[in-house]
């Protein structure tokens, strides 16, 4: 079973950026970030599949950016212009390496049954 750990998480004011890590332990061919604040429902934030295609949730286009290393072990979310409503548990999360999920399966809509392995979490907070 791969094994995921995230990592970059911290303070930032309103407006600075952070850029988080997902090491897994095996590849996968979906990976993923979604995060959860109190009192709210965990929502994804942006998925990349094998083929470099990324989709993003619609309050954080044009500001986060999802990228991968070509081993498909590695995965970082760029947060750029953060809010406060940024504020949240960031979770990385991924498709088991033995299943080819990509294009449309691969997609950061809440739940996604594909996305069964999970990361920890790291904790992001924005002040103003």
């Known amino acids: 079973q791969v094994e995921l750990t995230e990592s970059g998480g911290g303070s930032v004011q309103a407006g600075g950026s952070l850029r988080l890590s997902c090491k897994a332990s095996?590849?996968?061919?979906?990976m993923a970030w979604f995060r959860e604040s109190p009192g709210k429902e965990r929502e994804g934030v942006a998925t990349?599949?094998?083929?470099?295609?990324?989709t993003y949730a619609d309050s954080v286009k044009g500001r986060f950016t999802i990228s991968n290393d070509n081993d498909y072990k590695n995965w970082y979310l760029q947060m750029d212009a953060l809010k406060p409503e940024d504020s949240a548990m960031y979770y990385c999360?991924?498709?088991?390496?033995?299943?080819?999920?990509?294009?449309?399966?691969?997609?950061?809509?809440?739940?996604?049954?594909?996305?069964?392995?999970w990361g920890q979490g790291t904790l992001v907070t924005v002040s103003t």
């Open positions: 095996g590849y996968s061919y979906c």
């Open positions: 990349i599949d094998s083929d470099g295609r990324a």
């Open positions: 999360a991924a498709a088991p390496q033995h299943r080819v999920i990509t294009g449309s399966f691969c997609h950061p809509n809440f739940p996604n049954e594909y996305l069964d392995i």
